[in-house]
């Protein structure tokens, strides 16, 4: 499969297989690949979906919106995108010396938050949004697609994420966002932070970002508070609880969706 789709690559038109060491590396939405060219130890990421997530995936939103976050700075440069039955699939520069940021530094934390409030403050506009009606259409969408047995598990957490959609508690327009800030798309080179995996980016509420990050870093209520601070504009007291009501939200939807991948 790796090599029928390096034939279709424009700058791997003169290369074979064998140019090539191949390392299978994690992911939960897509089969990703380390590519390393064996002359010269040039190494690329080979992004190829796998075929039970694509579906929920808008991949002319995704492409645009790793565009405009490429050239604000913070994603990988792409250097290949795959078009009709190769959609999805993409090749991305590989980043050297990189490794998942340690959220129990402060100063690195404060670091992701500079990088965080540079996407959430641009102002180029992503396609795609998610608004309170549509975050409810795709939390039931993927509590459906969970077992009996699951659902009876996340009915109480599915509730009440419901009723705080419902309940209109968000007034902060939307922004730029990530949707899956999770510790594991976020690299750090040096100084540098860099945001991958731009899959499910749209324009959504500031605090889905954050609240994604914080459930995913493990913050209490303390870190929280001072990371929400750091990225928000104007902080206000209400926007706390609106940070704690995305945190129950996003986390509702993460469990719906991993366990629907199951």
Known sequence: MIESILKTIPIFSNTSICDFKVEKLAGLTNNNYLLTF???NT???LRVPKETTNPFINRPDEAHNAEVAQQLGIAPKCLWRGEGDQEGMSLCEFIDNAEHPDVKEQSMVDRVATTLAKLHHSPITFDGTLDNKSISSKLTQYFELCSADQQQLLASAYQKSLSLLEAQFDTRPVVPSHVDLITENILQQGDKIWFIDWEYSAMVSPFWDVAIFC???GFDAKRSKLFLEKTLNNYQTADF???NSFRIITKTISDCWGFALT
């Open 43 to 45: 190494k690329y990421i």
């Open 215 to 217: 459930n995913s870093a």
């Open 241 to 243: 609880q609106s940070l």
């Open 38 to 40: 064996v002359t010269n």
